[in-house]
């Protein structure tokens, strides 16, 4: 729902020719390693590729100058005076200045998702780290219990040695 909410509010910012991204280099989302993701996620980070694409494309297009006008080519088809109001129109026109806040928003909207990316990344390198240790301390405890000996075990468990003897002695066994 953000990234639909990112991605529509992008749109319509780079529809009023906003004049680049800053903040994300174009290679960003191609140096995660989608490896260790959920599907949900690729599906998301699919989403966030296409969204940053098609933002990217519009300010690229909206930053372009327009063509030159070739004034020459109107002035056998339309009237000299008409031509000289157009003209005069085009060379006074100037394009207001907008005061939009989508940049602003769209700037706080991205820095609360990397912030929420990084703290869910160190989050994960956490947990990996311990689930990591308990691996190893599984594989110790196997290769223990691999080697060890009933005396062994006896000996480190009295209460166990003193039960076996008892059911020994009462025959239970």
Known sequence: ?????LASTAARAAGRRVEGLRGLSAGALDSIDPAGLSDQTKRELGSLRKALGT??????????APDAIDWKQYEDSIDGATLKVFKDALANYSVPKYDGTEVADLKSAFATLEAEAKDAAAQSEARIAALEQELKD??????????????????????LAAKIDKEIMEGNW
Do not use: N, Q
């Open 1 to 5: 729902m953000a990234l639909r909410l």
């Open 55 to 64: 933002v990217r494309s519009a300010v690229d297009a909206g930053g372009k």
């Open 138 to 159: 599984i594989e110790a405890a196997k290769v223990k219990l691999a080697t060890k000996t009933v005396d062994e075990e006896l000996a480190s468990d009295p209460e």
